[in-house]
């Protein structure tokens, strides 16, 4: 059973771009989670989407930043017009429907985002 | 507000020296929690997780929890630290398995 993918693993991007990172759940899960890691810190919350349903996106920026999780494919999160304070670490993590599984959260091992 | 501090940003031990990194949190009723190891430009792994019952919780790679809820802890212990434990560890408290707080982490060098 593959654990969660991330991919790109590593993103550069000018001031301005466009950056799409993607993340394919654990096989049976149904649960997205995105958090960022900026240098030197924890994890921060961000958004947690089921499929085709945006949950709680309390811990995203109001602006350019946008998450999806579609019923086919990966989950999404978009940053338009990035700035160089978006450059971080962003986590997905998958986790099983209530009620199976465990209930915890498995990473994947991130994109790191650059921008230049 | 809900929240964890880990109050040691870097700890540095000897190799088969004993172990014990600090959590505490602040959470309005039950918490979920965890521990999580972070090696350097990889993603977290989850070393153990504590929800109900037994306050010892036994996790990967020799490691163990306990919590306290007098004390609103949750330290990570281990009796004797491999080189190959250097990393950096984190603590996470949860509402359930939801949305996850995390502690600003805790850098772990072990020296031969």
């Known amino acids: 059973n593959a654990g969660v993918m991330q991919n790109p693993r590593h993103l550069v991007r000018r001031r301005g771009q466009e950056a799409r990172l993607r993340c394919s759940p654990m096989?049976?899960?149904?649960?997205v989670y995105w958090y960022r890691q900026l240098p030197e810190e924890g994890l921060k919350f961000m958004v947690y989407?089921?499929?085709?349903?945006?949950?709680?996106e309390s811990g995203m920026p109001k602006e350019r930043f946008s998450a999806e999780f579609p019923k086919e494919g990966p989950s999404i999160l978009r940053i338009q017009q990035v700035v160089r304070g978006d450059s971080a670490a962003y986590f997905c993590?998958?986790?099983?429907?209530?009620?199976?599984?465990?209930?915890?959260?498995?990473f994947g091992p991130g994109t790191r985002l650059t921008v230049t | 507000a809900q929240s964890v501090t880990q109050p040691d940003i870097h700890i540095t031990v000897s190799e088969g020296a004993s172990l014990e990194l600090r959590c505490n949190y602040s959470?309005?009723?039950?918490?979920?929690l965890f521990w999580y190891v972070q090696s350097p430009g990889q993603g977290l792994q989850l070393l153990l997780k504590?929800?109900?019952?037994?306050?010892l919780v036994q996790g990967i790679k020799g490691f163990e929890a306990e919590f306290k809820r007098s004390q609103s802890s949750f330290n990570l212990r281990k009796p004797s630290v491999h080189w190959s434990d250097a990393a950096e560890y984190f603590c996470?408290?949860?509402?359930?398995?939801?949305?996850?707080?995390f502690g600003t982490g805790t850098r772990l060098k072990v020296l031969a």
């Open positions: 993590a998958s986790q099983s429907p209530a009620g199976t599984g465990g209930g915890e959260q498995y």
């Open positions: 096989k049976g899960h149904s649960h």
């Open positions: 989407l089921q499929k085709e349903n945006i949950i709680d």
């Open positions: 959470y309005g009723a039950t918490p979920y």
């Open positions: 504590y929800f109900s019952g037994d306050t």
């Open positions: 996470a408290v949860g509402s359930g398995t939801y949305k996850y707080i």
